[in-house]
């Protein structure tokens, strides 16, 4: 009988498979507690290996947040970007926030942590926080300029819209019980509501 061997993971292929087993263990452990050992045999390869691909297991940290957050962002910047209308943005909450459970583990990651290590909340400014705000101020500017947002600070507008996206999407999946769908398309229609028409009554705000 032919036997035939698995072809080798490309090294594409085995830096996932770390970052994805720091991840989960990361979430269910904590960066503490969790060791290079304990790294190297959830991803299923020797713990030498872990340092061929990254310095240290800090550097394995802060790229399991910095990559995680610059998906979910870009995901959600690029449905912005693409949507009909400059109002519809209750319909890309909801489908980013429909998603956010299978992000659940890198966000208890970068929120937890990042208190605790200030080289990840630098990476995350330089990496995340700024390019995504920059995207985010250039798609409300142009709103603003075709008259549809009124004139405000569009990088204070893009700040709150993220922050509200990602603050929400936290609290809900770490701090409340178990979200069901029905659960998140309310809070992403609650965000798109509040955030294009505050909470005021509407005579107030069109006073």
Not at 31 to 45: E, K, M, P
Request: aromatic share 8%.
């Amino acid at each position: 009988m032919r036997i035939f061997n698995r072809a080798p993971l490309t090294e594409g292929e085995t830096q996932t498979k770390i970052l994805r087993a720091a991840q989960r263990l990361f979430a269910q452990k904590g960066y503490g507690g969790t060791t290079t050992r304990d790294l190297a045999q959830a991803a299923g390869v020797a713990e030498g290996t872990l340092f061929r691909h990254f310095d240290s297991k800090k550097a394995i940290l802060i790229e399991v947040a910095t990559q995680g957050w610059i998906e979910i962002l870009t995901d959600l910047l690029t449905e912005l970007s693409e949507m009909a209308s400059y109002k519809a943005v209750a319909q890309v909450m909801r489908r980013r926030m429909l998603s956010l459970p299978r992000n659940s583990d890198m966000m208890r990651v970068c929120f937890m942590e990042a208190q605790f290590h200030p080289e990840l909340r630098e990476q995350i400014q330089a990496e995340v926080i700024v390019k995504m705000t920059d995207v985010a101020e250039a798609f409300f500017q142009t709103a603003m300029d075709r008259g549809t947002y009124r004139r405000l600070n569009p990088r204070v507008v893009a700040r709150i819209f993220l922050g509200m996206f990602t603050v929400a999407g936290f609290s809900q999946m770490t701090l409340a019980d178990a979200a069901s769908p029905q659960d998140m398309q309310e809070l992403a229609e609650g965000l798109a509501d509040i955030f294009l028409n505050g909470v005021l009554p509407r005579q107030e705000n069109e006073a």
